[in-house]
C-alpha cells in the first residue's frame, strides 16, 4: 500500500514537472477554419490535445466495457458454478473414501448439475451407487465410463467388480480381459483374470497375466513375492497335469508337460508333488538319471517320505547305501535341517538300521523336534525294550508341534492333500507344505473330493 502510494505521488510530481516545463516555453498556435480565427498558446494546445486523447481512450474502454458486460457475467457465473461443481466433486470423493453412501450420492447429484465432466461425474455417481448396493445404478455408469477412452479402462475394471458381487463369473471375466487389452500392464486388471481363470480351471490363459502381475509386484515384500512364487509353480503344475492327456504327438506332449513342470520347480524349488509328477514322466520315458536330478534337487528344497522312497527305487542301491546317499542330500542348517534328519532317520528305521536312527535323530535339536521326531524316538525305545523312554517321548509328542501338512495360509485350514484351491476359503495357491499355524479341523476325505484338482492325480 505504501510503495503505491509513493508511486502516485511520484507520477503527480512528473506530471507537475512537465506541465510546469511545457508552460515555460513561448510559443503560439494560430488556427483559422471556416472564417474562424483561434489563437491559442502552444502549451495549451498541447494540453488540449492530452485532454482529449484521455476522453477518447476512456469513452473507448467504457463502449468496449458495456458491449462484453453480459459475456462477463456469463463467465463469472460459469466459474462459479464449476468452483461448486468441483466443490461437490471433492466432498463426493471424501464421502466415498469415508464410506458415506448417502453422502456420496447427494454430492455426486450435485456435480453432476453443476459440472460438464461426464468422465469424474459418471465416475463419482458409480462409486456412490456401488456404495450404496445400487448396483444396476452403478453398472449404467460404469457402462457409460467404457465410452470414453480415457475412463475406459476405470469402468471395466468397475463392472468387473460388479460382475463378481453379483455372482456372474463369466461377465466378470469378459470385462477384467477388456480392461487389460486396454492397459497390458495393469497389475489390478491382470490379477482378476488370473483369480477367474483359476477358477474356471483354465490354467494356461492364467499364465500370462500371472506374468504381468509378478513384473508390477516385483519390488513387493518377501511374502509377497513368495506368494507370487507359490501361484506360477500351481499354474504351470496344474496345467502340466492337464496336458498329460492331450493332443495326438505323445513326443510332443510329454516334452510340453515336462517343460510345465520344470517351470513349476523353478518357480518353487519346495514344490516337491511336481518334483514327484517330473520324476514319473522322465522314468516312464527311460531317462531314471533325470528323474533322480530333480529328486535330489527337491529333498534338498523340502526333505520328504515320499521324495526318499522314491529316490530308493531309483537310485538301485542296498540300504546302507541309500541312508548314506540321504544323508549327503540333508540341509546342512536351518529348519529343514532337522526335517531331512527326521526323514532320513525314517528311512533308516523301515530299513532296520537302528544306530545309524538313533543318531540321525539324536542330532536335532531339542527346540526343533515335532511330533514326528518323537514318535520315531518312542519307536527306537520300544525296540530297545525301554518302556519308560517310550511313554516320555510319547508324552512329548502330545505336546510338540505337529508335523509339516498342506496348510491354507489363509484360512489355516489343513488338507490331506495338495490341491489348487482351498476348500475352506476358496483361495488359490494358498495351500503350502509347513508345519501347521493356527490349526483348523483337517477336512475328511469327502469334503475334497469335490475339488477341482488334488494331489498327484490328473484331473477327468
Known amino acids: ?18 506541465a510546469s516545463w511545457l508552460g515555460a516555453q513561448p510559443g503560439m498556435l494560430q488556427l483559422e477554419w471556416l472564417g474562424w480565427q483561434l489563437e491559442m498558446r502552444t502549451s495549451l494546445a498541447v494540453a488540449i490535445l492530452v485532454i482529449l486523447a484521455l476522453a477518447l481512450v476512456f469513452i473507448d474502454r467504457l463502449f468496449r466495457g458495456l458491449l462484453g458486460l453480459p459475456s462477463w457475467l456469463g463467465r463469472n457465473l460459469s466459474r462459479r ?6 466443490r461437490a466433486l471433492t466432498l463426493g470423493l471424501m464421502a466415498v473414501s469415508a464410506g458415506e453412501p448417502d453422502e456420496a450420492r447427494r454430492q455426486a447429484a450435485r456435480a453432476q448439475r453443476l459440472l460438464a465432466a461426464p468422465q469424474l461425474t459418471d465416475l463419482l455417481s458409480a462409486q456412490a451407487a456401488h456404495m450404496s448396493g445400487d448396483h444396476k445404478a452403478a453398472g449404467r455408469y460404469f457402462t457409460s465410463l467404457t465410452r470414453d477412452r480415457d475412463t475406459a479402462f476405470l469402468g471395466h475394471i468397475g463392472l468387473a467388480r460388479l460382475a463378481l458381487e453379483n455372482d456372474l463369473p463369466d461377465q466378470a471375466l469378459a470385462a477384467a480381459r477388456r480392461a487389460l487389452d486396454l492397459r497390458p500392464k495393469s497389475a489390478l ?19 500370462p497375466a500371472h506374468a504381468v502381475v509378478a513384473a508390477a509386484d516385483a519390488g513387493e515384500d518377501a511374502a509377497a513375492r513368495h506368494l507370487l512364487s507359490r501361484q506360477k509353480a500351481a499354474l504351470a503344475y496344474l496345467d502340466a497335469l492337464t496336458r498329460l492327456d492331450r493332443g495326438t504327438d505323445q513326443k510332443t506332449r510329454r516334452r510340453t508337460v515336462a517343460a510345465g513342470l520344470e517351470t513349476a520347480l523353478t518357480a518353487s524349488p519346495d514344490f516337491w508333488p511336481a518334483a514327484m509328477q ?26 520328504h517320505d515320499d521324495l526318499a522312497a522314491r529316490l530308493q527305487t531309483l537310485w538301485k542301491t542296498n540300504d546302507g547305501g541309500h541312508i548314506a546317499r540321504l544323508i549327503r542330500l540333508i540341509p546342512k542348517s536351518g529348519p529343514l535341517a532337522a526335517e531331512g534328519r527326521r526323514v532320513t532317520a525314517g528311512a533308516a528305521l523301515a530299513r532296520g538300521l537302528v544306530g545309524e536312527a538313533r543318531r540321525l535323530l539324536e542330532e536335532i535339536e531339542p527346540a526343533d523336534r515335532d511330533a514326528a521326531v518323537w514318535r520315531l524316538i518312542s519307536r527306537l525305545a520300544a525296540e530297545a525294550g525301554d518302556s519308560g523312554a517310550e511313554t516320555d517321548a510319547l508324552r512329548e509328542a502330545g505336546e510338540a508341534p505337529r508335523p509339516r501338512c498342506w496348510q491354507c495360509t489363509a484360512c489355516q485350514l489343513v488338507h490331506e492333500s495338495w490341491q489348487g484351491h482351498c476348500a475352506g476359503c476358496a483361495g488359490f495357491a494358498t ?15 469327502s469334503s475334497t473330493a469335490d475339488v477341482k484338482t488334488t494331489g498327484m492325480n490328473k484331473p477327468d
Open 1 to 18: 500500500m505504501f510503495a503505491r502510494l509513493l508511486w502516485l505521488v511520484g507520477l503527480v510530481l512528473v506530471g507537475a514537472a512537465l
Open 81 to 86: 458454478r464449476t468452483e461448486s461443481g468441483h
Open 189 to 207: 486388471a491382470a490379477r482378476q483374470v488370473v483369480m477367474l481363470e483359476a477358477e474356471r480351471g483354465n490354467w494356461a490363459a492364467a499364465l
Open 278 to 303: 517330473l520324476a514319473a514322466l522322465h522314468e516312464e520315458d527311460g531317462s531314471p538319471r533325470k528323474a533322480v536330478k530333480w529328486l535330489e534337487t527337491a529333498f534338498r528344497s523340502m526333505p
Open 431 to 445: 495351500l503350502e507344505w509347513r508345519r501347521p499355524d493356527g490349526v483348523t479341523p483337517m477336512l475328511p476325505p
